[in-house]
């Protein structure tokens, strides 16, 4: 099946600092992918839609210019956390889609768990 | 707004015992609907996607079905390694974004 990989898996920063996590489909192209954040014990909150080549198209609530989301090339997006505060420690999930004829599906990487000191 | 309720929240079951899980949603038209698993600290696993009324997909002890309001995930005989949390998300007409409910926390004792 198609692989999305994620990295880093997890990452400890100062506040203050910004951080990159890469999302890369490996065995396919993905011209959208959604990146999720997830707090313990709750479901998956969808962040921003980031489509390959234009600007992400973020959720309610969710500030642009803390989150900066590109998605340069059909196989890579990035999630830069900018001036990271502790309240955005979180685990962050990003997702490529696939459709098809009868054949609609997400792969999910595997996760980043950001914490902020 | 659409909205996504999965029922229960939590759920014990002792190896053997089979039950279901619920996923109710208002969307603006249905397309389809997702369910993934999802073990702590890893992403989603796709499992199915279910596309109309009525029908049923099957892997190993898993079973779901989608009705026009609601879906629900059978799990028949499970095992511990059931154990993990289940998403729905359904798929709204005229849109790729995808909401999944607040899932349902299965645990599954030996």
């Known amino acids: 099946g198609a692989v999305v990989s994620q990295h880093p898996s997890w990452v400890i920063c100062k506040s203050g600092t910004s951080v990159k996590i890469e999302c890369r489909s490996l065995?396919?192209?993905?011209?959208?992918m959604f990146w999720y954040r997830q707090f313990p014990k709750q479901s998956l909150m969808l962040m921003a839609t980031?489509?390959?080549?234009?600007?992400?198209?973020?959720e309610q609530g969710v500030e642009k210019d803390k989150f900066l989301i590109n998605h340069a090339s059909l196989t890579l997006s990035t999630l830069t956390v900018t001036s990271a505060h502790p309240e955005d420690s979180s685990f962050y999930i990003c997702s490529a889609r696939i459709s098809g004829r009868e054949s609609e599906k997400l792969f999910f990487g595997s996760g980043t768990q950001l914490s902020v000191l | 707004e659409d909205q996504v309720t999965q029922s229960p929240e939590a759920l014990r079951l002792q190896e053997g015992e089979s039950s279901s899980l619920n996923c109710s949603y208002t969307?603006?038209?249905?397309?389809?609907l997702f369910w993934y698993r999802q073990d702590p600290g890893k992403g989603p696993e796709f499992l199915f996607t279910?596309?109309?009324a009525g029908e049923e997909k099957e892997k190993e002890r898993l079973k779901a079905t989608l009705t026009k309001k609601e879906s629900f995930l059978h799990i028949t005989a499970p095992k511990p390694e059931d154990s993990a949390t289940y998403l729905c998300a359904p798929l709204p007409s005229g849109t790729y974004k995808y909401i999944f409910g607040t899932g349902t926390r299965l645990k599954v004792l030996a």
């Open positions: 065995d396919f192209q993905a011209t959208t």
């Open positions: 980031s489509n390959e080549g234009s600007k992400a198209t973020y």
């Open positions: 969307v603006s038209g249905l397309r389809g």
């Open positions: 279910l596309y109309s």
